[in-house]
């Protein structure tokens, strides 16, 4: 099965600096790589999503890279602010007709500090 | 809000019990699907439903069942619990079954005593 590993498991930066994330998976046959940002007592709410047959997708401050060859991708914050901080999740499933398992890796503790 | 609900919030039981978890999907969503988030084992998935019909299943524990109803809410079965079961467990839903976007609940944290 698919084994995603995640990391670092903590990032603690500077407000207004850039925070990179990053994950590998196993599994060539992925095509679908989501990332989630869970705060406190919360459920994991989507920030952004790549496909397998696109590289890079941009949001705002957020961006996501997709490199299928080396099978990881990131996660990249600019302009950090407090309310970034959270734990950030990276999944990877291979959808399609037969579901959409997502497996995540194992989360980023986020710290910004003001 | 994901538009998503889950119940009961909190739920605290005694070893060897039975509990059900519940979930509404997003309104117009088709897909339900049931995770685990625990410290040792992080978030894994259970199971998938689409329109009443499981769909996908993850390393759910055959003490563990699901179904989905006509209306398409969702009720994830827990029986013969161990202290180990003790974890959150949250719901999501989807428009269909393929690379859609999965939208969390809020989740149920259930407590095995």
């Known amino acids: 099965g698919e084994n995603v590993e995640q990391h670092p498991s903590t990032l603690s930066v500077q407000e207004g600096d850039s925070a990179v994330i990053k994950c590998t998976y196993s599994?060539?046959?992925?095509?679908?790589f989501p990332w989630y940002k869970q705060e406190l007592g919360k459920g994991p709410q989507l920030i952004i999503d790549?496909?397998?047959?696109?590289g890079e997708k941009k949001d705002q401050r957020i961006a996501v890279t997709l490199n299928k060859t080396a099978k990881h991708f990131s996660l990249h914050i600019t302009e950090t602010q407090p309310e970034d901080s959270a734990v950030y999740f990276c999944?990877?499933?291979?959808?399609?007709?037969?579901?959409?398992?997502?497996?995540f890796g194992g989360g980023t503790r986020l710290m910004v500090k003001p | 809000d994901s538009g998503v609900t889950q119940t009961p919030k909190h739920l605290i039981t005694a070893t060897g019990q039975r509990v059900t978890l519940r979930c509404s999907p997003r309104?117009?969503?088709?897909?339900v699907y049931w995770y685990q988030q625990s410290l040792d084992q992080g978030l894994q998935f259970l199971i998938q439903?689409?329109?009443?019909?499981?769909?996908a299943k993850g390393n759910i524990l055959e003490r563990f069942s699901a179904q989905q109803f006509p209306d398409l809410h969702s009720e994830l079965n827990l029986s013969s619990l161990e202290l180990g079961d003790s974890a959150l467990y949250f719901c999501?839903?989807?428009?269909?079954?393929?690379?859609?976007?999965?939208?969390f609940g809020p989740g149920t944290r259930l407590t095995v005593l």
């Open positions: 999501a839903s989807s428009v269909s079954s393929g690379t859609d976007t999965q939208y």
């Open positions: 599994d060539s046959a992925s095509n679908y």
């Open positions: 790549i496909r397998s047959n696109v």
């Open positions: 999944a990877a499933s291979r959808a399609g007709n037969a579901g959409n398992m997502l497996t």
């Open positions: 309104s117009g969503d088709l897909s």
């Open positions: 439903y689409y329109n009443g019909e499981e769909r």
